[in-house]
């Protein structure tokens, strides 16, 4: 290690509020999986919720845990520790602040909870107007973004300070992965806080009488879609920088990967009109640029896809492996640490082309809201991202809390790793096919008055059932691990592995830290996408549409 | 910077590949005419009823145009209007539809027809029924408890 600020553990101080996230994470993961395991019950057709409980309640708060919570939290956890260990211990003013997140965060996250579970707000984790919920559950919306704010806040303090202690230096890789990340949700989040502070607040306070439905949806997906790279880059920050550590090899290029990075910044955000190809009111000229955007990401993804493959290939090779494919079997395949993000790693193949497919223009009619979507989104946030996140669990949660992890462990987080890729191949399998038949998604058990088309679905839906209860068995193993890391295992020192460039001679070019000018492309990237299509919406709005509560209450 | 030759050529044949790939999309969508369902006709969605065409839900023949029928569909929490229609065989049909409260999906399962209503736009659709049989009509978008019991039928008939 060459600087000498970057210190080889992270400081307990940043390990508590690290560890403070990731319990609410797992404690959301455990919460949500039960959802998730009673909606493919529920949907299977052989069990019905007990006690009044609504299919679209758990939905949404499968939805609200898993997409929002659980990401979140763990995200900003892990990016507030990877900091920390490369760029050196959060001042304490950062730290303050990264609780002040953490808690705003939380109580948001509570009073959104409550509203749903009173049924206050069956709106599901997209909250599309003019479905309204209780105002306290927009509010509680706010502060998980507020919240996250903060947390990013903190982090870029620390990643600044370094920058004023080591001038005309590249910053260290995975703090400029995790600022590139932390930069990206902010710009993004701006659009949801926007609709709900201007739109959506003022309406469920009956301080308006009606809401901008496209407006506000437009918002909504100006933000959803840099939120599923949100949720990606993390990811990506272990498969590029930690992962080549583990195995024992070296980054392929450190500044190749930071040149990815930055192309995700650029071209994650200004592509929301993917979400809405088959709406009403948006020009199908813009909706086609915008396609073309979003398209523009699989350039990094391709530069990830062969950087990953050029490290496991060299160092199989360093290791004696001849053959096109040898380097494949001296793999370290006992070590969870490697194993379990791997398989993250290769769903994303399959996962990356679905992508595609869904933002094909028009061939998006063909899955638009279908069943197929989530089987999508089940592979590629549900299986790569979270199993990647099991992957850094399995070494960062014993690095923070003292501890290590023992074989019995290891081996187990292996078969919780392949118990989840068998439930999610039939769970998520299952959600394909059914939805190339046109099965609806966001949709309780039907069969639609015995419809023929109908009836050809239960059978996927069944299977589904198998596939969730078996990933559910992968969430309780998930969290015996976790509960065994933090409070049980034996105390000891766990690595926190960091990879270093295979050509440590070449500096990365100081323009990638050029914050102006990647954020000043960035916003002109948003104007040009969005500034007409959107004065289009306003200047030939509709009259706007009153609330409706259109789902039962207690 | 460097980059390695093989990643080099891994790209030119990426990027290629995305440029042919967008281009039949492009084609396809603006001379073909396969662009995604994107009308932007506005409406009064508490005046729904009684605009045309939504006054007259159903299967309506219309002269001079470019299609044979229009198939008019208001939607509302948790049912489509008409219930069920009949579609000549072969018939060249426009699908219009909206909705008068909340946020729908309006998908005829099985085929592309697949698109959103939203208070206070018109969605619609060209397509030509070619293939006899009974199709089902789902809304895929979220609309409140009874979301998976909202459904209509076409029958296409010789
Ligand atoms: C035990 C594991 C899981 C099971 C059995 C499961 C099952 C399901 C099912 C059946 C649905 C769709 C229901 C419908 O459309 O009607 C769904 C939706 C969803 N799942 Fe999961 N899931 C699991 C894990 C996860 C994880 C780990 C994540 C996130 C990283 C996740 C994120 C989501 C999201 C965001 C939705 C969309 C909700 C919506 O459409 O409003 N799920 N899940
Ligand atoms: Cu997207
Ligand atoms: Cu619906």
Known sequence: MSSQTTKLKVDPRDGKLAMAHFYVAFIALTLGGLMGLLQTLVRSGKFELPWGIDYYQILTVHGVLMGLVLTTFFIMGFQYAAISRTAGTHSPAARRIGWIGFWVMTVGTIMAATMVLLKEASVLYTFYAPLKAHWIFYLGMTFVVIGSWLDGAAQIMTYARWRRENPGKPSPLLSFMAIINTVMWIVASL???????????????????TVDVLVSRTLFWYFGHPLVYFWLLPAY?????????????????????????????????????????????????WKFLQVILTFMVIIPSLMTAFSLFATFERFGRSKGATGLFGWFKVLPWKDARFTVPFIGMASFI???????????????????NTIWVTGHFHLTAATSVVLTFFGITFWLVPHLTGRVLT???????????WVWFIGMAFMSGAMHFQGLLGGPRRSAYSTYGDSAQAMEWIPYQIAQAVGGSILFLGIILMIIIFVNLAFFAPKGEEEFPVGEAENLDEKAPM???NWKLWLGITAALILFAYTIPFIDMIQNAPPGSPGFKTWGSW | ??????????????????????????????????????????IDPEKVDTQAPFDKPGLNKVEGKEW?????????????????????????????????????GFQVAGTNINMMLEPGYINEIVTTFDKEGEYLVVCNE???????????KIKVVK
């Open chain 1, 191 to 209: 659009g949801v806080a926007a609709t709900v502070l201007f739109q959506l607040l003022p309406w469920s306070l009956g301080l308006v009488d």
């Open chain 1, 407 to 417: 074989k019995a462990m290891n081996k187990l987080a292996i078969i919780q790793g």
């Open chain 2, 1 to 42: 910077m460097h980059m390695h030759k093989f990643e080099k050529i891994w790209l030119i044949f990426g990027i290629g590949a995305l440029v042919v790939f967008l281009s039949v999309v492009g084609v396809s969508a603006f001379y073909l005419g396969n662009k995604p369902p994107s009308c932007l006709t506005t």
């Open chain 2, 142 to 152: 979220y609309c409140g408890t009874g979301h998976h019991l909202m459904s209509s």
């Open chain 1, 237 to 285: 920050m272990c498969w590029y920088a930690i992962i080549p550590k583990i195995i024992g090899g070296k980054i392929f290029s450190d500044s190749l990967a930071r040149l990815s990075f930055i192309l995700f910044l650029l071209f994650s955000i200004p592509v929301g009109f993917h979400h809405q190809l088959t709406e009403p009111g948006i020009d199908p000229a």
């Open chain 1, 511 to 513: 323009i990638f830290e």
């Open chain 1, 350 to 368: 399959p996962a990356g082309a679905g992508g595609i497919i869904n933002a094909s223009n028009q061939m998006n009619q063909v899955v638009h």
């Open chain 2, 68 to 104: 044979d029928y229009e198939l008019v569909y208001v939607a509302s929490a948790f049912s489509y209007n008409p219930t069920e229609v009949e579609v000549p065989l072969g018939a060249k049909v426009k699908v219009m539809a909206t909705t008068k409260d909340v946020i729908h």
